[in-house]
């Protein structure tokens, strides 16, 4: 199945071992940097992939206090004073993320409500600072817990899905804005930024 081996390959590329594009094509690329993974991993006593693979990041469109609707269809969600709500195990299935939802865990901020992408505008609850924080010490707790490397293929936004993944999802723009900007940015780049704070995290965690 296609997604299956996106996923996988995916896998490949954030433990370091490109499979050549995230296509969902098995071909030889795909098997040889799976065979060295594999091959990696169990030098260190470690699986090639355990229950959860991915982090997804994600903004409810809602306002700050987590409502009824954000509580069906993510992991944990972040509300605007940075309380964090864990509702379901990492493992367990909920729909977050179209056709990418096997082995990702969905953090979500309950922000951006009446947001615009283009011409820009915050809507009445926009993302804050807190969030950020809360967002960024979860991922890292849960990339120590499960061996998910934080990289592009592994630590990723919902708008990143698609450019990363190749799994379209319907002009997602989640997370492009960060306190502080003044408008929506790559995708790529916000998510690099929100990486290096996940990095920061797993640093005081050591």
Not at 6 to 13: F, I, N, V
Request: with cysteine; aromatic share 8%.
């Amino acid at each position: 199945m296609t997604y299956a081996v996106r996923s996988r390959q995916a896998r490949c590329a954030a433990l370091g071992f490109w499979p050549g594009p995230i296509d969902g094509i098995d071909g030889k690329r795909t098997h040889a940097a799976y065979a060295a993974a594999v091959a990696s991993q169990r030098a260190k006593g470690l699986p090639f992939a355990g229950p959860v693979t991915r982090v997804h990041w994600h903004w409810t469109a809602g306002g700050h206090a987590a409502n009824a609707t954000d509580r069906k269809s993510y992991h944990c969600l972040v509300e605007g004073t940075g309380f964090v709500i864990w509702l379901a195990d990492p493992a367990e299935h909920r729909p977050h993320t179209l056709n990418a939802n096997s082995g990702a865990v969905s953090v979500s901020l309950c922000a951006m409500a009446g947001a615009v992408e283009r011409p820009f505008n915050a809507g009445k609850s926009p993302v804050m600072p807190p969030q950020m924080h809360a967002l960024a010490r979860e991922t890292a707790k849960l990339c120590l817990r499960y061996d998910i490397p934080v990289s592009r293929w592994s630590t990723l936004s919902h708008a990143e899905v698609q450019p990363t993944l190749g799994i379209s999802q319907r002009q997602k723009w989640d997370i492009t804005y960060l306190p502080g900007m003044a408008g929506p940015a790559d995708p790529v780049t916000v998510g690099d930024r929100i990486r290096e704070m996940v990095r920061a995290q797993i640093e005081t965690m050591k």
